[in-house]
Structures are given as C-alpha cells and as structure tokens.
T-cell receptor
C-alpha cells in the first residue's frame, strides 16, 4: 500500500538552510508535492515535481527527488521566521481521484 | 481563478448535537472534492472524496457522512457529534490536467465538541 513518511520536527536558526525530508513507498507515483500549513490555516501548495525530474528550483525552494531511493526533500534557503509552519509531503499516482497520499507533516520551527 | 470556501471558520458544539459543514468551489467544473480531518498536532486523515454529484466514497468508518448535492458543493454532516469528532476539517478540490492532479485546500473549519 501507499505510505509517506516524514520526520515530525525540525528546528533551524534564522538565515540557515532548512532541509525537510520525505520518503514514499509507491514507485508508481507520478507527481510529488510539498504543501505548507501555517497555524490555523488550510494547506497551501508550495511546489511539485514530476517523477521523471531530479530537481526543481523555485526562488528559495529547491526540491530534490531520488526516485531510486524514493526520497524527496525540500530545501529552504535563508530560512525566515515566516517559514515556521508544518510542511506536508504528498504523492499522487497515475489514477485519478483518491490516490493522493499525504505524509504526517514536519513542523519547522525557525529560531531567531 | 479558482477559489474554495468553507464555513463556518470555527464551531463549538455540544456532544450529541448535529453538524453541517459546507464547502463550495468557484471557477472550475466537475472537480474531485475531498474532506480531511486533522487532529491537533497530527497529519491529515482522508474522510470522504467525491468524483461527481451524488457520488461519495468513504475512507474510514465513522460518525460522519458527506453529500454532494451540486457539482461544486460538498457538505460534511453528523446526526450526533462525539467528543472524538473535534478537529480541523479541511475541504479540498482537484482536477486532472495534463496528467497532473493537484489538490487545493480551503481555509478549514475548526470544530470543538464539548
């Protein structure tokens, strides 16, 4: 079955880089996503990567995908206090509909 | 552009009372619709999804039900709330475009059952 795992907590100092890791089990995943959830709010799509890509960069965000190891990471450069949130990794499969699986979320705390 | 609305934003209900949470989507047609629950400090639990009007699939047995009376309206209901129904309820929509399906989330409803 599908399973997405993440470490639950990460603390970094303001200005440092943050790396949030995710592993997934289903090799048929077509797209992998990163969502951000600020306190008391819904999930906001940050970025996504297609499964045939290795890397995607979007301003301060860099997504790395190691398909062989089924490992996805999100790097946030120059982390700011506004980046404090829960970050969810998610995968979707070729089929439409319910095949969208979220990880448990990583709570990122940015220390001044 | 597409938007998704949820209301109410916050709700405090006594145990045993009924529940109705509403979600509406604008700017898209025939979306897939989802209800998730997020317990405090936990990840997302998929409760229901719908691929069309009147079509509801349930992921977990529970005290809740869902309905989709219109294409862009998704309602989460309960006849009698339990303490364990407390949580943050998120509605999401998605469409398949160019082989990619992305889910977009509403602002959520925080439910506290006392």
């Amino acid at each position: 079955g599908e399973d997405v795992e993440q470490s639950l907590f990460l603390s970094v100092r303001e200005g440092d880089s943050s790396v949030i890791n995710c592993t997934y089990t289903d090799s048929s995943s077509t797209y992998l996503y990163w969502y951000k959830q600020e306190p008391g709010a819904g999930l906001q799509l940050l970025t996504y990567i297609f499964s045939n890509m290795d890397m995607k960069q979007d301003q301060r965000l860099t997504v790395l995908l190691n398909k062989k190891d089924k490992h996805l990471s999100l790097r946030i450069a120059d982390t700011q206090t506004g980046d404090s949130a829960i970050y969810f990794c998610a995968e979707s499969m070729q089929n439409y509909g319910q095949n969208f699986v979220f990880g448990p979320g990583t709570r990122l705390s940015v220390l001044p | 552009s597409q938007t998704i609305h949820q209301w109410p934003a916050t709700l405090v209900q006594p145990v045993g009372s009924p529940l109705s949470l509403e979600c509406t989507v604008e700017g898209t047609s025939n979306p897939n619709l989802y209800w998730y629950r997020q317990a405090a400090g936990r990840g997302l639990q998929l409760l229901f999804y719908s691929v069309g009007i009147g079509q509801i699939s349930s992921e977990v047995p529970q005290n809740l039900s869902a309905s989709r009376p219109q294409d862009r309206q998704f309602i989460l209901s309960s006849k009698k709330l339990l303490l364990s129904d407390s949580g943050f309820y998120l509605c999401a929509w998605s469409v398949l475009k160019g082989g990619k399906e992305t889910q977009y989330f509403g602002p959520g409803t925080r439910l506290l059952v006392l």
